[in-house]
Structures are given as structure tokens and as C-alpha cells.
């Protein structure tokens, strides 16, 4: 796909934010269920909650939010360097 400067810029921002706010979403579900699952007591998959929910959840939310970017916000284009003729 061809795009204008302006627009390769346009689109590059917008895979920069979508991507910032995958890793957003991870990082509080990270942090969030560690927190708040930590100190009960209860265990899954043989291990705490608290580790195996913040892990395995965040590796879910992870992989869903790449799909999502890869499927919705992300667009293949050619992003050539514009050539000057110098040789340098």
C-alpha cells in the first residue's frame, strides 16, 4: 500500500498508541490481580492465585490485544526512505 508522508506518520502513531495501550492493559492486570490475589490463600494450578492468574492472565491479554492489533490497527505499507541523489 502507498501512503503520503503525512499518512504513513498518521498511521505509525496510531500502531504506537494502540500497541502503548496493549501494554497498558497488561501492566494493570499484572500488577492488579497480583495485588489483590496475594495473601489468600488459594492456589490454582498448584501454584498461589495471585501468580498463576497475573501470569497466565496477562500472557491471554497479551496475545488477544497482538491479534487485535495485527487484524484492526496495524496496516502492511512501504516506508522508503526518500533518496537525495548524495551518495553518503
Known sequence: M???KEEQH???????????????ICCIW?????????GTGIYFLGMP????????GTIILALA???YLLKKVFVDFEYE???D????
Do not use: P, Y
Open 81 to 83: 526512505a526518500e533518496e
Open 49 to 56: 492465585a495471585w501468580f498463576s492468574v497475573s501470569t497466565l
Open 2 to 4: 502507498k501512503l503520503t
Open 10 to 24: 498518521r498511521q505509525c502513531m496510531k500502531e504506537i498508541k494502540g500497541t502503548l495501550l496493549v501494554v497498558l
Open 30 to 38: 499484572h500488577i492488579a490481580t497480583a495485588f489483590l490475589l496475594n
Open 65 to 67: 490485544g497482538v491479534t
Open 85 to 88: 541523489g548524495d551518495d553518503q
